[in-house]
């Protein structure tokens, strides 16, 4: 049980700093004369690769154990999440910080469905853990 609670906190700190970066990656993009007239494709592409990215984390780290979904996802939402971002939005100057709140709150309802389904499909798709 103790081996299940370590790794589903180390899969919700990898949740919160793959938020992070790709709050990031999409502030980048979101310049001035960059991509952001095609930002809207780059937030469901990236929010994709983030969901097959989650996906083979729950799947290969979590394995068949449904338990760890609240396990994940409280501390996830809770701890990490406002803890990483509140870092982040203290690092750079003003008007890029503006730039991530906005996206982090435009973002985050593609964000948390990516989540779910990389979670819930990595749990689901994982092989049955046989007790030897």
Known sequence: MIRLLIKTQVVAILF????????????FLD????????INSFVYGFA???????????????????????LVLIPYFFLYKPVFQRILLSIPNESYGMILKFLALSTAATYLLAIICGLGFGIMFSRPQVKV
């Open 16 to 27: 919160a700093l793959f938020w992070i970066l790709y709050l990031s990656v999409l502030a």
């Open 31 to 38: 310049q001035p004369g960059r991509a952001a007239q095609h």
């Open 48 to 70: 994709i690769l983030m969901a097959v990215i989650y996906f083979l984390l729950s799947k290969y780290l979590i394995g068949r154990n449904w338990l760890a979904v609240p």
